[in-house]
């Protein structure tokens, strides 16, 4: 598995609001799923299988949720 | 995948309530899955199947149970 | 799906006790899937397939345990 | 579904050793199912099934995992 | 279910390292299982099954992740 | 399962950027499989089965978000 890989846009948690800070859950969730599987090709042949897929759309949803409560807490909820 | 889509309603975690924050919660929860499949055909197909399965209804209340909670904390749970 | 179905029952989240804060997650996870499937026919049809579905059980005590994490922090664990 | 049941014995959070905290968590699970399967003889009926298979009893455990949780946090953990 | 069984070696979640307290996680999972199947002829035939099995070893990862987060929070992080 | 294998890189959760962070949070992921399945032949076995299955990277993807909330916490989230 390929070690260069970005796996934080920018290399910090912070950002200015809540919806960037929503976009970079999702983005981190993504870049996870790229190190485990860097070949994009097998990613591209996985795309329509969970994008089609109820369950796995909600598992998405599910680790977004996760990595955007460490985002919301590293930003103090953006209060 | 678009990333035109908004995923957090008036980019804010704060609610005057916590009926209003949980309404927040399954929004965002949704958002997210529509920023995943944005093809509102492909949704409307998935919408019955995981309506009427009750392993998904579960799994969709997962969901909402993580986003309500990074919610409450940011409105330090309307104390 | 109904926008009209009370999602936090008294819409707070604190209560006198631990266990009425049990009671609580219970019912927030509840109305959290009758707002996902409003249907009353439909939910009664998928009751029998959650409560005898040994890991259904376990995935719906799950959610009540998220959501009573919530419910016990609001009310700084009734200490 | 009986309103009845005893959800948390004792209707406490708070015990005096960490020992003791995990076995409210495992208690705290089960009075959860039976809350939601209150028939004994149906729960009977499913113990073998979860009890006799790794994906459930891991999934057991990550229901007590996330209950004890909140019962460390609650008695500041034991400190 | 046995209730003899202890759940939380030494009965402490404080450790002096993170090694350690990682290491702790992974016992009271462990134990948490063997409190639910008492049954050791048991427990050595699910063991093939989950430590084959690619899900079944992701999902043990979570719990003890959980596990982990309790620890690591007891712990104040090993600051 | 064998004890030697080491769980936490560096025996402390303190790193200096997220980008560290994140990297810490995905091979404690990977050290705590090896711990429960420590023979490397099976791991191989194992490794083409979760990197082209979606549900699987989804469900790694969630136990890094929780190892990574975790790691988060314990850096104060680099502020």
């Known amino acids: 598995m390929s070690e ?3 796996l934080i846009p920018g290399n910090s948690l912070i ?14 969730a993504r870049l996870n799923i ?7 090709a097998v990613r591209e042949r996985l795309r329509p ?3 089609e897929d109820a369950a796995m ?15 919301a807490a590293a930003n103090d909820y953006w209060n």
Chains 1, 2, 3, 4, 5, 6 share one sequence.
């Open 15 to 28: 950002t200015e609001t809540p919806e960037e800070g929503r976009l970079l859950a999702v983005k981190m």
């Open 57 to 71: 759309l909600i598992a998405i949803g599910q680790v977004v949720a996760i990595e955007f409560a460490t985002i």
């Open 4 to 6: 260069q890989i970005q």
């Open 49 to 51: 299988i969970y994008a």
């Open 34 to 40: 790229k190190f485990t599987q860097p070949d994009a």
